[in-house]
């Protein structure tokens, strides 16, 4: 069992910078796979990016590349998700997950532990 709990959403400007968090806790957090996902209103979960056990692999969706940067720390069992250059269509609830998959898994279903989202609005 993993728990996962993300930090770091709000309320921001277009343009503007959140850093996201999520905390890890449980079985090895370094068996796994993490991934970022988002959910705007009456829409599916998207993918966002992901991250290998490593580390050294980031992958994102076409929408955040170059904006967006995974990373995680797994001596302090964190992924972050810095967000650059945010636009309206950004606003979503942003979810952080677990799989063991990987490096590039992209499907939900990939995913066995998910957090309960943080909420990311962008204004225009």
């Known amino acids: 069992q993993v728990h996962l709990v993300e930090s770091g959403g709000g309320l921001v400007q277009a343009g503007g910078s959140l850093r996201l968090s999520c905390a890890a806790s449980?079985?090895?957090?370094?068996?796994?796979?993490m991934g970022w996902f988002r959910q705007a209103p009456g829409k599916g979960r998207e993918f966002v990016a992901a991250i290998s056990w490593s580390g050294d692999r980031p992958y994102y969706v076409d929408s955040v590349k170059g904006r967006f940067t995974m990373s995680r720390d797994n001596a302090k069992n964190t992924v972050y998700l810095q967000m650059n250059s945010l636009k309206p269509e950004d606003t979503a609830v942003y979810y952080c997950?677990?799989?063991?998959?990987?490096?590039?898994?992209?499907?939900?279903?990939?995913?066995?532990?998910w957090g309960q989202g943080t909420q990311v609005t962008v204004s225009s």
């Open positions: 997950a677990a799989s063991l998959r990987g490096p590039q898994v992209t499907f939900p279903g990939s995913y066995i532990y």
């Open positions: 449980g079985r090895t957090f370094s068996d796994y796979t």
